[in-house]
């Protein structure tokens, strides 16, 4: 697999349950980030995690970032319909300070 | 909030013709990136660009391709001789570090090569 795949590619729940995606990656990072994405939209910036960091939270977000396994979780919490969007992850490599690599993403529905 | 805004929202072209895309980043940041998204695809990197010049750039970031940052607002893309292939979601983004700093995305602009 390639750099920053995520699955699964497609989750759909029911709103109010909780949402997990997971990211692996294969070299080396300096940090790991989760956007997000609506339909014909730019990206959102959702949170950064760190190398040296293994949990985050952000509102209802929970990230985790296992290096020794190459891979990171999103956790959304009681899910809401104006959750649904593209969800990606993207690492920040300690060969290249500036480009991110970009997973595929996981396309999550929340019905109501 | 401020925000990266992005010229034209969509723009469509003729093979071989030029195109030139248009962004304003959030006025205090320091470092600029074009990616870009084929429909169904992953986002790809192209170039990032700081202190006025190329910092790094992707495999896809050929002479077909240029940026520029005209004055003390605006970044562009130029994309010359426009292929069918470049049809695709083009994103600029800026960041006010250069590590540990999350991305600012515009909303993109719909390049359609016809």
């Known amino acids: 697999s390639q750099q920053g795949e995520e699955d699964p590619q497609a989750l759909s729940i029911q709103e109010g349950e909780n949402a997990t995606m997971n990211c692996s990656y294969k070299?080396?990072?300096?940090?790991l980030q989760w956007y997000r994405q609506n339909s014909g939209r730019g990206l959102v910036h959702l949170i950064l995690?760190?190398?040296n960091e293994r949990e985050k939270h952000s509102g209802r977000l929970r990230v985790t970032l296992d290096t020794s396994k190459k891979s990171s979780s999103l956790l959304i919490t009681a899910s809401r319909a104006a959750d649904t969007a593209s969800y990606f992850c993207?690492?920040?490599?300690?060969?290249?300070?500036?480009?991110?690599?970009w997973g595929a993403g996981t396309k999550l529905i929340i019905k109501p | 909030e401020p925000e990266v805004t992005q010229t034209p929202s969509h723009q469509v072209t003729q093979m071989g013709q030029e195109v030139i895309l248009r962004c304003v980043p959030i006025?205090?940041?320091?470092?600029f990136y074009w990616y870009r998204q084929i429909l169904g695809q992953k986002v790809e990197f192209l170039v990032s660009?700081?202190?006025?010049?190329?910092?790094?750039k992707s495999e896809i970031f050929d002479d077909q391709f240029s940026v520029e940052r005209p004055d003390g607002s605006n970044f562009t893309l130029k994309i010359r001789s426009t292929k069918l292939e470049d049809s695709a979601m083009y994103f600029c983004?800026?960041?006010?570090?250069?590590?540990?700093?999350?991305?600012?995305f515009g909303n993109g602009t719909r390049l359609t090569v016809t």
């Open positions: 995690i760190r190398s």
């Open positions: 070299t080396s990072i300096n940090n």
């Open positions: 006025s205090n940041h320091l470092y």
């Open positions: 983004a800026s960041a006010s570090l250069q590590n540990y700093s999350p991305l600012h």
């Open positions: 993207a690492t920040g490599g300690k060969d290249s300070n500036y480009q991110l690599i």
């Open positions: 660009f700081y202190n006025n010049e190329i910092s790094e």
